[in-house]
């Protein structure tokens, strides 16, 4: 079927400023093919579905606007000693970062997997990303299958002690990156991902993960800090019988953020729990959380847990659907999006949905927008608490349920300290 | 030390006048009750000393050893000595009781130019405040007043009084909900805080509690005026007899 006009104008304008990279066969193959796909469904507009709350104009257009380098939080995770990863402007800088090994680990860039005849990457590059199409489109996912220059791949044999971190970094001149990491957890194993900084004026990442049965996949980042930087990034995952996956993203700052998170539940059992804190403030800002969750096998438990602080004219968006597939029994699904609203001018936009073709489950969904309570600040500064300080507790507080999914109490403090810390920065 | 005089306050959301030109003042080292039927203004005299928002002071003046209360934010005259527990302590769920009451009492030090309170020292400070008071530490650990009885709010209340050592404090039915027990242990922190330099305003209903917390001067507001001061048998008066023959009296 033809694209409308107006999206084939785009989109072209889109694909004529871009380049498949080289790569052995196997990994050319799929970036022809994503880009056979791209073209096809045409790169996502305003009036589709799922973007009719964020405009992704910006994310489309041929040139990057341009966005400021804020100096990089580099302190950020290294109480959890991780073994780092260091990529500046989108390509992996080998010198910056740790010697690539692990026990019970294999691990290694794109761009280096990709130029070998036979790589355990195959099975599952652009694969996940396909897979997630269906029933939704994600053209700027496969357009990132296509384009994606550089990205870990990492493949856990067993425990992984130490977490990976992927660190992006950031030169004045970077105006897009396109990172595609590719994760594969097998039977019994587990790895913790880590992932901090701006990468690029624009960045886009697809991160595809499969966790086999009994493994555990872990995922904490923050987004880039660059006050002007847009992002969007997908996660693709497969998971297993009786494993785990856990994904928490944090953003403090940045005008476009939009996370898509597909995750299908194929093993019974299975666990999977995706959560996110925002603050926004100014006009500019925007940010949007879109997470499909697939129930496709016995007791599965799945959560969502968002919450957004928004001021001064910031916008937040969050879609999030549950869909149990006959015969998913006693699958418990619970989805919360919440935001707290500062001021009147910003804006919460919320669409959640469950679609439910088994008889014997448990699902809920709840979503509002409240304002900070008055009783609560005026007992605070009765105590002495000065109202930013009280308005930022409060604050804190009512980001903490978000922050509670993450499984490791270090890296929670971690990001709790973080996040207090830019409160205590920005006047309210 | 609070000097308060012709008082006059409205809701700021309705034409309604709820005091109506209040006089008090109370020493340094005094302990004063205010009693009164419901809904005479009490709890709002008490909030609208210490600054809470939907009241306007059409009228009047309050000072705290001299200082302009009513012109300075709530935490200022927290900071100037003020402390209120309230009728009805407020729930932050969220919040851990400790973080709150660290934060509190730094603040207050921080605003008056004292170092912060070291972690260690508060907290052997805070458990043994606590441990008079039979808070146990589990309740410590818990978000703010959630979750908590009746009686366990109205301690977590005198708790905090204990931990900011405020000068001038005014507790707004610290009685009500409390066990004969709690009672007793709640009037014995207040007794024990009692100094020179520390006054208190007891607004309560009731006779029992002024029987472990002895005041020096009671008064009796009704209908927004305090329409009779007197010393403690006054509030035996009112134990026995009701507030009938005091209201017609003032009449
Ligand atoms: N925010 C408000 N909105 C409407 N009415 C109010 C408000 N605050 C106080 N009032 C009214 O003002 C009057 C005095 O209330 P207040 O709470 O001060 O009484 P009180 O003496 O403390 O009573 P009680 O003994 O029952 O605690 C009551 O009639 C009450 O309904
Ligand atoms: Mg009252």
Redesign the pocket.
Known sequence: MALPQFKQDATDARLDAVTVPDGAAWLTQARKDAMTRTATMGLPHRRDEYWKYTDPATLVAADAPAAEVLDDDDAIFSDANPLTLVFVDGVFDAAASDDLKGENLEIGCLAEAGAQDIHWAKDLYGVLELAGQNPVQRPLASLNTATATDGVMIRATGPVDRPICLRYRRKESAADAVLHHVVRVEAGAKVTLLETGSAAARLSTVTEVSVADGGEFHHVRQQGRDHARRMNTHTFARIGEGSVFKSFTLSLNGVLTRNDCVIDMLGDDAVAHVAGACVGDGEGFHHDDTVFITHDALRGESRQVFKKVLRNGAVGVFQGKILVKEGAQKTDGYQISQSLLLDDDSQFLAKPELEIYADDVACSHGSTSGAISEEALFYLRSRGVSEKAATNLLTLAFLAEALEEIADEGLADDLRDRLAGWLDRHAG | MLEIKGLKVD?E??E?S?LKGVDLTVGAGEVHAIM??????????SYVLSGKD?YEVTEGSATLDGADLLDMEPEERAAAGLFLAF?YPVEIPGVGNMTFLRTAVNAQRKARGQDELSAGDFLKEVRARAKDLKIDAEMLKRPVNVGFSGGEKKRNEILQMAMLEPKMCILD?TDSGLDVDAMKLVSEGVNALRSEGRSFLVIT?YQRLLDHIKPDVVHI?SNGRIIKTGGPDLALEVENNGYADLLAEAE
């Open positions: 809701l959301e309705e309604k709820i009164g039927p419901n809904g005479s203004g009490k709890s709002t005299l939907g009728q039915e209903h507001m």
